[in-house]
């Protein structure tokens, strides 16, 4: 297993158009989280998915976004009518509930909303 | 509201001396705490953690000390080296699925 996969590396999309990025964690990985990062700041927390249960979100994530972790694998962030504001680093990372605070992160996906 | 607060954005050293990086936190509810390193263009890779049961960890170069009277954790990075260059976020678990809260970051630079 060779860590957390992030797809794509880098998006450059037009203001309105929708973008979908993908997230493959470490396979034994039962939690999955997304964060955003901004320039000059530190990630903030989007939301996670235990399993295929998304269980929390925060209040960054607006009705635009929307996550998915069919059959707890993979995750898929897509933002619709992106806007300028979106754009950002998008971070993905997995953990084993039973081993706490043991967080992987990937490389992200940098989105220039244009 | 910033729960976890690193007042100091960058941070110029000279190689072979002392980095210390500082964060401050107003959660009292956090026990314990990580440090993350970040190149750019790469996610941030986990560096160091302390357990608020205790007030230093040690690994190799790395140690960092917790203050919990005074909401405070600091870095140190001895002897620092070029390739230490990069943005350093302290972070804490809570709240929802241990999600963590992260600084603002601190960009490190060593210079030979």
């Known amino acids: 297993d060779t860590g957390v996969s992030q797809d794509p590396r880098h998006k450059i999309t037009k203001r309105g158009q929708n973008v979908t990025f993908r997230c493959d964690p470490i396979s034994e990985h039962n939690r999955l989280y997304w964060y955003r990062q901004t320039l000059g700041q530190g990630p903030e927390f989007l939301t996670y998915f235990q399993n295929e249960a998304q269980l929390e979100k925060s209040r960054l994530l607006s009705d635009r976004f929307s996550a998915e972790r069919p059959k707890g694998s993979f995750s898929t962030l897509e933002i619709q009518r992106t806007e300028q504001g979106d754009s950002a680093m998008y971070l993905c990372?997995?953990?084993?509930?039973?081993?706490?605070?043991?967080?992987?992160f990937g490389s992200g996906t940098r989105l220039t909303v244009v | 509201d910033q729960q976890v607060k690193q007042n100091s954005p960058s941070l110029s050293v000279q190689e072979g001396r002392i980095s210390i990086l500082n964060c401050d936190y107003t959660?009292?509810?956090?026990?314990?705490f990580l440090w993350y390193k970040k190149y750019p263009a790469e996610g941030p890779t986990f560096l160091i953690s302390?357990?608020?049961?205790?007030d230093k960890n040690e690994d190799g170069r790395f140690t960092v000390f917790l203050n919990k009277s005074a909401k405070h954790l600091s870095l140190h990075i001895v002897p620092s080296q070029p390739g230490d260059s990069a943005v350093y976020f302290c972070?804490?678990?809570?709240?929802?699925?241990?999600?963590?809260?992260f600084g603002g970051g601190t960009r490190l630079m060593v210079k030979p």
């Open positions: 990372a997995s953990s084993f509930l039973q081993a706490n605070y043991g967080y992987t």
């Open positions: 959660n009292s509810m956090f026990d314990y």
């Open positions: 302390i357990s608020s049961i205790k």
């Open positions: 972070a804490a678990p809570g709240g929802a699925g241990n999600m963590l809260t």
